[in-house]
């Protein structure tokens, strides 16, 4: 069983910055495609970005292009959230996801594996 689990949340002011982390155990994101998913209180859980396992292309919803940026490590078989230029729109439990498919997959139903998720706060 792959389990994921997330890292790097917290409290941040509005510009700042936060790096999330998502690690697997048993296995190496390197042969996943990999999807940052996150939902706020009350709202419904949205696509954030995420990467192809076959070329590394990368979707980003609208909301975080220019700001927030989706890779893999495949050497550590970590994948990573950079997110800059933080609003308070953007408060939030960020959840990393998994899958074998090569494609890049921006529905969350298309996601075999979940992390917990780590709370992600952005406030002055």
């Known amino acids: 069983q792959v389990q994921l689990m997330e890292s790097g949340g917290g409290l941040v002011e509005p510009g700042g910055s936060l790096r999330l982390s998502c690690t697997a155990s048993?296995?190496?994101?390197?042969?996943?495609?990999v999807g940052w998913f996150r939902q706020a209180p009350g709202k419904e859980r949205e696509v954030v970005a995420c990467?192809?396992?076959?070329?590394?292309?990368?979707f980003y919803e609208d909301f975080v292009v220019g700001r927030f940026t989706i890779a893999k490590d495949n050497t550590k078989g970590t994948a990573y959230l950079q997110m800059n230029s933080l609003k308070p729109g953007d408060t939030a439990v960020y959840y990393c996801?998994?899958?074998?498919?090569?494609?890049?997959?921006?529905?969350?139903?298309?996601?075999?594996?979940w992390g917990r998720g780590t709370q992600v706060t952005v406030s002055s």
């Open positions: 996801a998994a899958d074998k498919s090569p494609n890049l997959q921006e529905r969350a139903s298309l996601y075999d594996y």
């Open positions: 048993g296995v190496s994101l390197r042969d996943y495609a």
């Open positions: 990467i192809s396992n076959s070329d590394g292309r990368t």
